[in-house]
């Protein structure tokens, strides 16, 4: 005999309540394996921070070319060659450091900041009124070695965003961001996930390791693009050295 519901009763009949009961178990489950799917296919963010509100003292020299940068000699043993680190620096907001380093291109300086780093690379935002002058000795000059032609595809960024200060730092989602950071002052940076065979990260400059001009990158800001030009590598860093017609939209 079909078994009928009656809403008023205190029970339901068990053929509904047992056909209920899987139907539920059923949603459950499949609410549970959407969930871990859902998790599964979401990409992480990268391990990237900006220790905003921890100022620490730096000390080195400042340099100009391609963009302000600190040189910081490394601790060494006694009888060791001196080596140094470099530290891009960039302004508060969306600014470059330009303004506050100008007056002390070439100098040893002392300086306030707060650190921004991703992977193997550091970078240092200047707290507004804390360079001085020292008297040290300056940081010994990294060894440059050309690394040749390249044609790469990947993605324009602005550095300060890419490497800490937010995340993620590129994307269609931070193209608005990326622009005005870059109108700003800092220093662009590409992005390619195959640079013989392995991901990597360049500061974009133009020829002879001169500062590239914002028209030439500032429309590609957040896309994917094309660019032929020469690799370099100074220190732990490294440059792609591109003319401003060498950058065009992916294929």
Do not use: W
């Amino acid at each position: 005999m079909n078994e009928f519901y009656v809403r008023y009763l205190p029970k339901t009949p068990a053929g509904i309540a047992k056909r209920v009961r899987l139907l539920v178990g059923g949603i459950l489950l499949l609410a549970i394996v959407c969930a871990i799917v859902f998790a599964k296919v979401q990409r992480t963010f990268a391990p990237a921070a900006f220790e905003y509100g921890n100022e620490l003292s730096f000390e080195g020299t400042m340099e100009a070319a391609p963009y302000p940068t600190l040189v910081i000699t490394r601790p060494i043993a006694l009888g060791e060659t001196p080596t140094s680190s470099r530290y891009i620096l960039v302004g508060a907001g969306k600014h470059g450091a330009d303004q506050e380093a100008a007056p002390f291109i070439g100098k040893s300086v002392r300086l306030k900041g707060q650190l921004i780093y991703r992977d193997n690379k550091t970078l240092i935002e200047i707290m507004p009124g804390t360079v001085a002058r020292t008297n040290a000795a300056p940081a010994p000059q990294a060894s440059e070695q050309d690394l040749g032609a390249a044609v790469l595809t990947g993605e324009i960024v602005d550095s300060k965003c890419y490497f800490g200060v937010m995340n993620p730092g590129r994307g269609k989602v931070h193209r608005d961001c990326a622009v005005r950071c870059l109108s700003g002052g800092t220093p662009p940076t590409f992005v390619t996930n195959n640079y013989q065979g392995s991901p990597a990260t360049f500061l974009l400059v133009g020829q002879n390791r001169q500062e590239l001009s914002k028209e030439s990158f500032l429309p590609f800001a957040g896309r994917a693009v094309q660019i032929r030009g020469r690799v370099y590598r100074s220190g732990d860093d490294l440059y792609f050295s591109v003319a401003p017609s060498a950058i065009s939209p992916e294929r």
